[in-house]
C-alpha cells in the first residue's frame, strides 16, 4: 500500500488530520478544503470525497484512480460515463452501487484528465486510508492499474493481478479494470467484458 513519503510535510499533515477525523463525516468536512496539492487546489472544482454506503458497513469498496470532469463539477464519485457504465455493470453481476463505499485514490482531479502524480498520489493517500479504516470494507475492487498498484505495489500487472484476491491488511483486494478502459476499447473489447467478468466473481464471494 502506498505511504506518505517521509520527506513529504504535506502528506504527513494529511495523514495527520486524516487519523485525527472520528467519523465519516469529519473527515470529509476536513478533507474538502485540503490544498495539499497546489496545482489540483488551483483547478479542482469539488474535493471528490466519495461515497459512503446507503447505510452501516460497506459490503465491498470500489476505488478509481481520480475524478473526471462529471465528478469534479458535482462531486460525487463516478457520475460521469464511466460511472454510468459502472452502475451498469455492477447491476448485470448483481451487485448494488448502494451497499458499496464508491472513492478514488486521488480527490482532485488531475487537468486535463492527466495521471495523477506520485506526490498527489502520496498526499492523498491519508484521506483514502482514513476512509477505509472508518468504513472497513472486507472486500475492495480496485479499479484500473493506478488502484491496483496503491493496494499492491507499484511493480503490479494488472493482468498478472486479476481474477484472485489478495489479502491486504486482513481485506480481500481484487484488481480490474477502470471502467474508462471498457469504454475505450467498445463494448466488444477485452476490459468491458474482464470488468464484468470480475465483478461477477467479486459478487460470487459475497453471496
Ligand atoms: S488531491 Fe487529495 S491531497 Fe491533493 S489537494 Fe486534493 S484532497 Fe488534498
Redesign the pocket.
Known amino acids: 500500500m502506498t505511504r506518505p513519503l517521509r520527506s513529504d510535510a504535506a502528506a504527513e499533515e ?1 495523514a495527520r488530520t486524516a487519523a485525527a477525523a472520528p467519523d465519516w463525516a469529519a473527515l470529509a468536512a476536513v ?1 474538502r478544503p ?4 497546489p496545482e ?2 488551483a483547478t ?1 472544482q469539488h ?1 471528490v470525497v466519495g461515497d459512503p454506503p446507503a447505510g452501516g458497513r460497506p459490503r465491498f469498496a470500489l476505488v478509481g484512480e481520480a475524478p473526471g470532469a462529471s465528478e469534479d463539477s458535482t462531486g460525487r464519485p463516478f457520475v460521469g460515463k464511466s460511472g454510468q457504465l459502472l452502475d451498469q455493470l455492477l447491476a448485470e453481476a448483481g451487485l448494488q452501487r448502494a451497499e458499496a463505499a464508491v472513492l478514488n485514490i ?3 482531479r488531475p487537468p486535463g484528465n492527466r495521471t495523477p502524480k506520485a506526490s ?1 498520489v502520496a ?2 493517500s491519508g ?1 483514502l486510508r482514513r476512509q477505509l479504516e472508518l468504513l472497513d470494507p472486507p472486500v475492495v475492487v480496485a479499479l484500473g492499474l493506478s488502484s491496483a498498484k496503491w493496494f499492491l505495489g507499484p511493480r503490479t500487472v494488472l493482468a498478472q493481478a486479476r481474477g484472485r484476491a489478495h489479502d491486504v491488511d486482513g481485506r480481500a483486494v481484487w484488481a480490474t479494470y477502470h471502467p474508462s478502459a471498457a469504454i475505450r476499447f467498445g463494448p466488444r473489447g477485452a476490459p468491458r467484458a474482464g470488468l464484468l467478468a470480475d465483478l461477477t466473481t467479486v459478487a460470487g464471494t459475497l453471496a
Open positions: 494529511v478533507a485540503c490544498v495539499a496539492c489540483l487546489a479542482r474535493v486521488v480527490k482532485c498527489e498526499r492523498c484521506w
